[in-house]
């Protein structure tokens, strides 16, 4: 009787092997949660690094991505990162800020002139040093990757400052953004990606910022009747994942995602820039949002506005850091 059960145990066993996908003992498994579709930079690049590392470390390392926050938000995601649920992420720098309070950096309203001068400072040594920022909080930057500058936009037409006086945006986790937003007496609101658009079309919020990129893709400029080209911020992202995990990795195969991770970056900038272009055009030949271009007065009223924040967060965010970025502006 024992033995019988013994063999019937053996024999469902055997059965589960055979008909279970076939993998290998060593696989390592790289889950990367994202909250943007598949057809914006981050989106593409999340597809893009699963590619090569298909094509270069079949058997040993498999890629699975989530994009459009099925899996995980941005807030949920960094926990999950650290509990090992997920490898692999690329949150907005905006959204880091219990881990590390330098990022917030990339908030300083009208700091980067355009997504040149932000590559040439994320390129830049100090730059490279600042993308270890988390580390002491176990989360490890891989990369810098753009999605470019943002827009605004309202169901008004924003102009001045003064037309943004009581509205209610919603910003991303950020006390920068929120200070940018108080300093023109606008009303300021955290909230999760995957909200914005309900809460536009319901009236909850009456305003947003974003890239040209998450405007088309998350149709926001469909619920806004007015969007001004501001370019008063960017979007960038950090391609985090956690640092145990990553030093835990044999080397040779750190080295190669390492390697293909580099060749990913260089491509998502160039998707970014081209979504800039194409995905403002998208929107203006939608015909459903006005788009606002601001004289260059109009334009220095907003920046006299939200410059000041600056003095609020610039011993937090390094004040050489800020002067490097100036560097960067100037030479672009
Ligand atoms: C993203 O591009 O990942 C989302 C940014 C946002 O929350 O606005």
């Known amino acids: 009787m024992k033995k019988n059960t013994k063999l019937i145990a053996a024999t469902i066993v055997a059965m589960g092997l055979l008909t279970s996908p076939v993998v290998s003992a060593k696989e390592i498994v790289i889950k990367f ?34 994009p459009s926050s099925q899996l995980y938000g941005d807030k949920a995601v960094l926990k999950a990162l650290l509990l090992g649920d997920v490898q692999l992420a690329a949150p907005s720098l905006s959204k880091f800020s219990k881990y590390t309070k330098k990022w917030a950096l990339f908030d300083l309203p ?29 989360i490890k930057g891989l990369g810098y990757w753009l999605n470019g500058m943002k827009q605004i936009s309202a169901n008004t037409p924003l102009i001045v400052p003064e037309d943004a006086k009581g509205l209610k945006f919603r910003i991303m986790s950020s006390d920068v953004l929120k200070a940018q937003f108080e300093a023109v007496d606008a009303n300021p609101q955290k909230m999760a990606f995957s909200e914005v658009y309900n809460a536009l079309a319901t009236g909850v919020i009456d305003g947003q910022e974003n890239t040209w990129s998450n405007i088309r893709s998350k149709k926001f400029f469909e619920v806004q009747k007015d969007t001004t080209i501001s370019n008063h911020g960017v979007l960038e992202y950090a391609l985090v994942t956690n640092k145990r995990f990553w030093n835990s990795l044999p080397t040779d195969i750190r080295m190669q995602l390492d390697q293909i991770i580099k060749e990913v970056t260089t491509e998502v900038t160039q998707f970014a820039l081209d979504a800039a272009v194409k995905d403002m055009k998208t929107v203006a030949d939608s015909g459903k949002t006005n788009i606002h271009t601001l004289t260059a007065s109009q334009k220095q009223q907003w ?8 003095s609020q967060f610039e011993d937090q965010v390094g004040k050489d850091n800020i002067a490097a970025v100036q560097q960067c502006n100037a030479q672009n």
């Open 110 to 138: 009208f700091l980067f002139k355009n997504p040149q001068a932000l590559n040439c400072f994320t390129d830049s040594p100090k730059g490279q040093a600042l993308l270890g920022a988390a580390e002491r909080k176990g």
């Open 33 to 66: 949660s994202h909250v943007t579709t598949e057809a914006t930079p981050k989106g593409k690049g999340a597809m893009l690094f699963k590619k090569l590392v298909d094509e270069r470390l079949a058997g040993k390392v498999r890629v699975e991505v989530y």
């Open 303 to 310: 920046v006299t506005a939200m410059k000041p924040v600056w």
